[in-house]
């Protein structure tokens, strides 16, 4: 088995990540990642006949796919996932078809990062917070904003992992306090429901800064996401500060909440493109302590809440560990 070669892929609303794994004397040996953005391919066939060719089109063993979205079935047999956020048709028969591969497994991005939880390391996690530390065998739930906003859950019992894929991202926005209401009313009179996802995204980043910016009477200035971000570190907008600790503050409420209903004393491990992204390249933006202050603020049960450890994972390849973990377990 350690000469077989397995293909992973991570498909994103934003950017496609492949690589090839195998294994060696029980350990994953992940190759070199090739990043493309889904923006400049058509179809996922495109993109993953491009990969294949860059690699010299390997004989495969096994493939593992993962996207941003709920899976479901295709009209064509077997499974699918249509992204919530790019206009990508991702199919198990579209997988088999480009890469040979007889059964490959489709999952849910966030069911992959659940499924690297048990293989992370001190060197790929990131503590937040000081008390509690991970219960053995009690669940664990990956939650991340990116894109979009995910939420997963990684279940062990006798029969072994479990992972409960779920689309968290969609619940209802609870808010606390006076400002928070007034985002919200603002939110629903212009997008009617809004979810968790509306403000807890890359997109919602900015969806928060003009919603600040209507309540306060400011001359309209629409910005992308990373600008709000750099305007928030710099101090050069009050409102861009203001988006980001919503951000912080919604972020934790929400994992809060998703650690509360699955009692996840296993740990809330933080992941998606913008927290771990904000930690490496932007020190200081992520407000740690909001975070878990909101995380933990469930009322009669917040002491409980303390002992709940709650981590952002550091490692940018962790989904493609996973897939490779669930590939492997397929030919086993």
């Given at each position: ?24 004397q ?127 859950a ?48 890359g ?16 001359a ?10 750099i ?36 740990g ?65």
């Amino acid at each position: 088995m350690s000469n077989e070669k397995f293909l992973v892929a991570d498909i994103g609303g934003t950017n496609a990540r492949f690589a090839l794994a195998s294994f060696r004397q029980g350990e994953v040996m992940l190759g070199p990642a090739m990043s493309l953005r889904t923006a400049a391919y058509r179809r996922l066939d495109d993109a993953l006949e491009a990969f294949l060719e860059a690699e010299g089109r390997p004989p495969l063993a096994a493939a593992a796919v993962c996207a941003a979205g709920p899976v479901g079935a295709a009209d064509e047999g077997g499974m699918r996932i249509a992204l919530t956020n790019c206009p990508w048709d991702v199919t198990e028969a579209a997988i088999a078809r480009v890469t040979g591969v007889a059964a490959p497994r489709l999952m849910n991005d966030f069911a992959a990062l659940a499924l690297a939880i048990p293989a992370l390391t001190p060197a790929d996690i990131r503590r937040l917070g000081e008390r509690g530390a991970p219960v053995p065998g009690a669940p664990a739930i990956v939650i991340g904003a990116g894109t979009g906003l995910g939420v997963s859950a990684l279940l062990s019992g006798d029969a072994g992992a479990h992972v409960v894929a779920g689309e968290g991202g969609h619940v209802d926005l609870a808010p606390q306090g006076p400002r928070e209401m007034a985002v919200l009313s603002l939110l629903q009179a212009q997008f009617g429901h809004v979810s968790a996802e509306r403000v807890l995204s890359g997109p919602g980043l900015a969806t928060l800064h003009a919603a600040l910016v209507a309540i306060d009477g400011a001359a309209p200035a629409p910005l992308t996401p990373e600008e709000v971000a750099i305007r928030a570190q710099d101090g050069q907008c009050p409102q861009s500060r203001e988006a980001v600790a919503l951000f912080c503050g919604w972020l934790g409420a929400v994992a809060g909440d998703a650690a509360l209903t699955l009692g996840a004393r296993g740990g809330v491990y933080i992941a998606g493109g913008i927290v771990p992204g904000w930690v490496a390249a932007m020190p200081g933006l992520f407000d740690e302590n909001l975070f878990r202050v909101r995380f933990e603020a469930k009322g009669r049960l917040e002491f409980w809440m303390k002992d709940i450890p709650s981590f952002i994972v550091t490692r940018p390849d962790a989904a493609l560990l996973g897939l490779a973990r669930a590939a492997r377990e397929g030919l086993v």
